[in-house]
């Protein structure tokens, strides 16, 4: 199964009676409906760890490229009206600069080496605290409260799994706790955040910009207004997309459905 | 007013000083330059006035480097093309086949390992890459081994076997077009060359055709000679470049960073002490 594609519903379900695995590429299973899936006896399957690098990768470039505003200085290096670069056009910088990552799994973590190597002061919220030589190897700070994590920071990263308590993790409660200066990365799912709720900070200024690599939906309508506001970077979720994971995701797909059709414990099954 | 000028502090290369305006400012007893390069003063003919020079060699290093690994993340992950995929307004469905390139794992080499080409080596090293690097001297054992970096003597060998390209020297008449036809086609065709030095240590038309040859993969190039590109210039058309208008330093930050050292250096030789960045003509 590749983008969430085909729907797995009771229909379909029924209409394969000898359906024996789902394996779906990427981490995130928020689209299965798992209890269905067992009821029909269909075992699930992930491609958990190989994507991790890659998306870590992506978060850091989301950063850099919202704070240095790398797409409109772009646009102005090939404008065929430019004439000149103004002296007074700024970005921020990163290095240097307060990070929190809320969720602190296996991505959050690889965002956090990486942050780390600029300098970066990492705050960091999760369901559990991370151990001691874990929080020291990257120098990040544990937050409790959401809220001491979202009014500290100048990036705050989305690197949580979709379930029910994540859905719109971040409203216009924690928008407004945000600084005025802070920047909103999302890297997990379009749900964690309440899209609306965005829209609006993002025109009042209540935070400075977003660079999203998710949304919900999956493309945007195009008359959406993120899609129109200069303060935001969205990408097609293109996470995990590189040549060589994407081949190493197929792999452990095939090694997956491999298994659960020879009737051997599956690797990476999601239970 | 020309009587009373005792310093000036250059910002983007403005004013420009040449005789004249040397000539006409006889009480000039300093200048200090907004960014470390020095490539566009006479440092001969300011000397010969008997007239300071100074950079803000400290203050420039972390931006730039910042603004290296972002243009390479940008460009391994086309990061710009998937921004314009994502808001055009003919994107119906997710392309499945829009792939980037690995950054986690990959081989950088980079030109130039002064204090802006270490900071990148710092930033890489987190990204698990493997750090080859050229450079006029090596650098210290504990240098090298802090970043995992291994030193090429000879350009060609980092040239082979990079994944990324990254130019980080100033320029010289020794580095003017260093990367150049026969250096990029030493490159993998896999590879991407980053360029955030000066516009002119890189062959230009070399570098168009080797892109629209695919004798390497992709170019991004915060600095290109000249400032803005002509408007007609090939490579503002080529989908595998990115260029950026020279923002290497351009914070908030490090702007005031700037200043702040340009303004020491000043009230140093104004004061007839020794200025902490003083750049002689060598």
Request: charged fraction near 20%; include cysteine.
């Amino acid at each position: 199964m590749w983008y969430h594609e085909p729907v797995v519903n009771e229909e379909l379900l029924q209409s394969l009676p000898n359906l024996k695995i789902v394996a779906s590429s990427g981490v995130g299973i928020d689209h299965l409906d798992l209890n269905l899936l067992s009821s029909y006896g269909v075992k699930v399957s992930n491609t958990p760890f190989v994507v991790s690098t890659d998306t870590a990768d992506l978060g850091m470039a989301l950063m850099l490229a919202s704070s240095r505003r790398i797409v409109e200085g772009y646009q102005m290096a090939v404008s065929p009206d430019t004439e000149y670069f103004p002296a007074d056009w700024l970005g921020a910088e990163v290095s240097g600069a307060t990070l929190g990552i809320v969720g602190m799994g296996t991505i959050g973590y690889k965002v956090a080496e990486r942050a780390k190597a600029f300098e970066m002061k990492i705050l960091y919220h999760n369901r559990n605290q991370r151990n001691k030589e874990e929080e020291s190897a990257v120098g990040a700070i544990y937050c409790k409260k959401i809220d001491d994590l979202l009014q500290q920071s100048d990036f705050v990263l989305l690197s949580v799994n979709l379930t029910p308590q994540t859905h719109k993790l971040i409203g216009k409660r924690e928008l407004e706790l945000m600084k005025p200066t802070a920047t909103l990365i999302n890297i997990s799912r379009g749900l964690v955040v309440d899209q609306d709720a965005l829209v609006e900070a993002l025109r009042t200024k209540v935070i400075k910009a977003a660079a999203l690599d998710v949304t919900y939906p999956e493309p945007l309508p195009r008359d959406h207004p993120l899609l129109k506001l200069e303060n935001v970077v969205i990408t097609p979720h293109i996470g995990s997309a590189t040549k060589k994971t994407r081949r190493l995701m197929m792999e452990n797909m095939v090694e997956s459905i491999q298994a659960g059709l020879a009737g051997l414990p599956v690797p990476n099954e999601v239970l | 007013l020309s009587k009373k000028v005792q310093a000036i502090y250059l910002w983007w290369h403005k004013p420009v000083i040449d005789q004249e305006l040397l000539q006409s400012l006889p009480n000039l007893k300093v200048i200090a330059n907004s960014g470390v390069g020095m490539d566009h003063l006479d440092l001969k003919l300011v000397a010969s006035f008997g007239v300071k020079m100074a950079n803000a060699r400290h203050a420039v290093s972390s931006s730039t480097a910042d603004t290296g690994m972002a243009l390479l993340l940008a460009s391994a992950r086309r990061l710009v093309e998937g921004y314009h995929v994502a808001i055009s307004s003919g994107m119906e469905h997710c392309e499945a086949d829009f792939l980037g390139v690995e950054v986690t794992g990959a081989t950088l080499g980079i030109i130039g390992m002064g204090s802006i080409g270490y900071k990148i080596a710092l930033r890489a090293k987190a990204f698990e890459m493997n750090i080859l690097y050229h450079n006029r001297r090596r650098r210290k054992e504990q240098e090298e081994q802090a970043v995992g970096a291994t030193y090429c003597e000879k350009i060609d060998n980092l040239l082979q076997q990079a994944d990324f390209v990254m130019v980080v020297v100033s320029l010289t008449p020794q580095t003017r077009k260093l990367i150049g036809k026969r250096e990029m086609e030493l490159m993998k065709p896999t590879a991407t060359l980053i360029n955030i030095s000066r516009g002119a240590v890189v062959d230009q038309e070399a570098l168009v055709t080797a892109l629209q040859t695919g004798v390497i993969r992709a170019a991004a190039l915060d600095v290109t000679y000249p400032e803005p590109l002509p408007r007609d210039h090939a490579l503002l058309k080529l989908k595998n470049v990115i260029i950026t208008p020279h923002l290497g330093i351009k914070t908030d930050k490090a702007t005031r960073m700037i200043t702040e050292e340009a303004v020491e250096n000043i009230l140093a030789a104004l004061n007839g002490l020794a200025m902490p960045n003083e750049v002689l003509p060598s």
